[in-house]
């Protein structure tokens, strides 16, 4: 079953979540045309599952959740920015009724930064390099940008 877009789906771990559908729909031949919001080039399921695997592996606290596609080990694209960078590191909300996200632009807006304590765990988790927390919260490239 497909995951709906703009609709509160409960998850098995008491959160809702919302996949919503202004960060995908404006890809036009790998482009984002969107220039206010980034988008998921992920399908919505793999969006959910990262959602879902960032509150699981406590890469979060009440209001935000900071979330990594993960194939064959290593972190993966998973969006595009507003900037057409692409994306591999995912910023969650708390809308207080439900939580949505979106790909985080990291290298471009101070926000999408995810916290040291989180970039900490992704190093012990071998996610990124233990130096990556320094570039990573300067906003300079690494294994998560392009």
Request: aromatic share 10%; proline share 5%; glycine share 6%.
């Amino acid at each position: 079953m497909a995951t709906p877009l703009d609709t509160p789906i409960a998850l098995t771990m008491g959160s809702r979540y919302v996949a919503k559908s202004y960060h995908r729909d404006s890809m036009k031949n790998g482009r984002n045309t969107s220039r206010n919001k980034s988008q998921w080039t992920i399908y919505p399921v793999d969006e959910v599952a990262c959602f879902v695997d960032a509150i699981s592996e406590g890469w979060s606290d009440d209001l935000e959740a900071w979330g990594l596609h993960i194939a064959h080990a290593v972190p993966a694209d998973l969006g595009i920015t507003t900037r057409d960078d692409i994306s591999r590191v995912a910023r969650f909300r708390n809308a207080g009724l439900y939580w949505s996200g979106f790909p985080a632009d990291y290298r471009n807006e101070l926000r999408d930064r995810p916290p040291t304590i989180i970039l900490q765990r992704w190093s012990q988790a071998n996610l990124i390099e233990k130096y990556e927390i320094a570039r990573i919260r300067s906003g300079r490239r690494c294994s998560l940008s392009n």
